[in-house]
């Protein structure tokens, strides 16, 4: 390895190690004092930087913490699990269970779904584009159940909580329900599964309906309707395809055996 190939693979170990002594430490084999402010100068913009990118995924976790603990949560996770790609705005994933593991959590334990929700809300507004096709909606006159696909609202998701996720995170991003309603919610342990879906281009979550999660997660892992609906005797179908087709969660009906 060359002397610069070197000095390049030593700034990255400081960069990334943790606590700040040990940086100095690695740093300090192969640069002058004037190296070693520059070092503090990228660990400074490199902690700046995980606070925002961690920020934009999870809104409502940063909200819940406070800006100081949100803060040393997003350096201590930064040195826990770097970047492994050039987007930052792709990094953050482990956040849910770094929270779990977390000694200082633990009175919290609510806090690891609600990360879990957040990150499919972001990678969410990331996921490619789907046409709707409503006229599809045919088929279900005409065709048997065992027969028919299902598609869905890019960036569907389905997580299953012992806490209520959904009303904790609409009470941040959309300002209902209150934050007393919350409370109440989760001295009592309400259990709430969540969907999360995009809406045009905007990602959402709310509360499954009875039988819904594992409805969705039939149709996620490509089984027909019918196989779904035997799945989830608890679900609504007539109640839940009109609330599908109008919030954009359902976007058209496939026929997944086109053979007369």
Known sequence: ?????????ALLDALLAWPAQDAMKIVAAHASDTGARGLKAYQTNGHVLAERALAAAYPVVAQLLGEESFGDLARALWHAHPPQRGDVAQWGEPLAD?????PQLQDEPYLHDVARAEWALHRCA????RSADLTTLALLTT???AQLGLVLAPGCAVLQSLWPVASILNAHLEQAPALAEVGRQLRDAVAQDVVVWRAGLRPRAREAMPGEAGF?????????LGFALDASP?????????RAVQTGLLLSIINLDPMP
Do not use: K, T
Request: no cysteine.
């Open 1 to 9: 390895m060359s002397a610069l190939a070197q000095q390049q693979q």
């Open 98 to 102: 770094f929270l779990r593991a977390s």
């Open 126 to 129: 990331g996921a490619a584009d």
């Open 143 to 145: 065709h048997d159940p």
């Open 216 to 224: 969705l997660q039939a149709l996620l892992q490509s089984q027909a």
């Open 234 to 242: 608890a679900l609504d179908f007539g109640q839940w395809l009109p």
